[in-house]
């Protein structure tokens, strides 16, 4: 999941438009069963270089990968992943917007930018090369729109080439589309260009509507070869109550 607020816990918790959750945030999700967090979005600066560096030590301290944001060069040689059922996943997380908002001038912090294609490229590769799966989570696009940008769909290509086979896109606040791009190599790589919003406060119909992408991995032990097979979007629906109250979702099929 793209866990789009900061949890520093250093720092009182605060609302739009610099966002800090509280940890219980971070405790809920965990304890829900998500295992793999992107903490690279345009928020990751909401609280400078101080709260990034306190919400990737958070995310240290819990028993989850996460990916997109490293406190140092040597904090970064280590790429996250995680094996399951003997199938080996790697996780690469970036994002174009920060808005507006810079790491200091020397900093020794890592947020993995979409501009730097030299870094992301190199990434990509070394992931490819340890893992049977490589999944990349990247924040881009317009806001509140439906159809990809030139942008989305220049990267998806390159993050193809370079390696990826699962791209999975957040940031419009709104649900784009699912398509297979063709990498270098021939192989169809999954392209989710964005889920839109899974669980959030926003109040406009398009945006409390969202999704999930379920699908199954399959790995021929004989070949080594791995497919991506059963892909299924499933659309969630956001209700609260007064005051944003009780934030709470629904598969939309209810």
């Given at each position: 999941?793209?866990?789009?607020?900061?949890?520093?816990?250093?720092?009182?918790?605060?609302?739009?438009?610099?966002?800090?959750?509280?940890?219980?945030?971070?405790?809920?999700?965990?304890?829900?069963?998500?295992?793999?967090?992107?903490?690279?979005?345009?928020?990751?600066?909401?609280?400078?270089?101080?709260?990034?560096?306190?919400?990737?030590?958070?995310?240290?301290?819990?028993?989850?990968?996460?990916?997109?944001?490293?406190?140092?060069?040597?904090?970064?040689?280590?790429?996250?992943?995680?094996?399951?059922?003997?199938?080996?996943?790697?996780?690469?997380?970036?994002?174009?917007?920060?808005?507006?908002?810079?790491?200091?001038?020397?900093?020794?912090?890592?947020?993995?930018?979409?501009?730097?294609?030299?870094?992301?490229?190199?990434?990509?590769?070394?992931?490819?090369?340890?893992?049977?799966?490589?999944?990349?989570?990247?924040?881009?696009?317009?806001?509140?729109?439906?159809?990809?940008?030139?942008?989305?769909?220049?990267?998806?290509?390159?993050?193809a080439d370079w390696g990826a086979d699962i791209i999975i896109g957040t940031h419009p606040h709104v649900i784009q589309p699912v398509e297979y791009v063709?990498?270098?190599?021939?192989?169809?790589?999954?392209?989710?260009?964005?889920?839109?919003?899974?669980?959030?406060?926003?109040?406009?119909?398009?945006?409390?509507?969202?999704?999930?992408?379920?699908?199954?991995?399959?790995?021929?032990?004989?070949?080594?070869?791995?497919?991506?097979?059963?892909?299924?979007?499933?659309?969630?629906?956001?209700?609260?109550?007064?005051?944003?109250?009780?934030?709470?979702?629904?598969?939309?099929?209810?």
């Amino acid at each position: 999941i793209n866990q789009e607020t900061i949890i520093d816990p250093e720092k009182a918790p605060s609302t739009y438009p610099c966002f800090n959750s509280p940890t219980e945030l971070g405790d809920e999700m965990v304890k829900i069963g998500f295992d793999v967090f992107n903490i690279a979005n345009n928020h990751s600066l909401d609280k400078g270089e101080s709260g990034l560096r306190n919400a990737i030590k958070f995310w240290k301290s819990k028993n989850v990968v996460f990916c997109g944001a490293y406190l140092d060069e040597e904090d970064y040689k280590t790429i996250p992943t995680n094996t399951v059922k003997g199938i080996k996943f790697a996780y690469v997380g970036l994002t174009e917007p920060t808005n507006g908002l810079s790491l200091p001038d020397g900093s020794k912090t890592i947020l993995m930018l979409g501009a730097d294609e030299d870094r992301i490229e190199k990434r990509v590769k070394a992931a490819s090369e340890i893992s049977d799966m490589t999944v990349v989570n990247v924040h881009w696009g317009e806001e509140y729109t439906h159809t990809p940008t030139e942008r989305q769909r220049e990267l998806a290509q390159k993050l193809a080439d370079w390696g990826a086979d699962i791209i999975i896109g957040t940031h419009p606040h709104v649900i784009q589309p699912v398509e297979y791009v063709t990498a270098a190599d021939g192989r169809k790589v999954l392209v989710i260009y964005s889920l839109g919003n899974f669980i959030s406060a926003q109040d406009r119909g398009p945006r409390m509507l969202g999704g999930m992408i379920n699908f199954d991995i399959v790995k021929n032990n004989n070949t080594g070869k791995v497919a991506i097979e059963n892909v299924v979007f499933s659309g969630v629906v956001t209700h609260y109550g007064y005051n944003a109250s009780n934030v709470r979702i629904y598969p939309l099929a209810d």
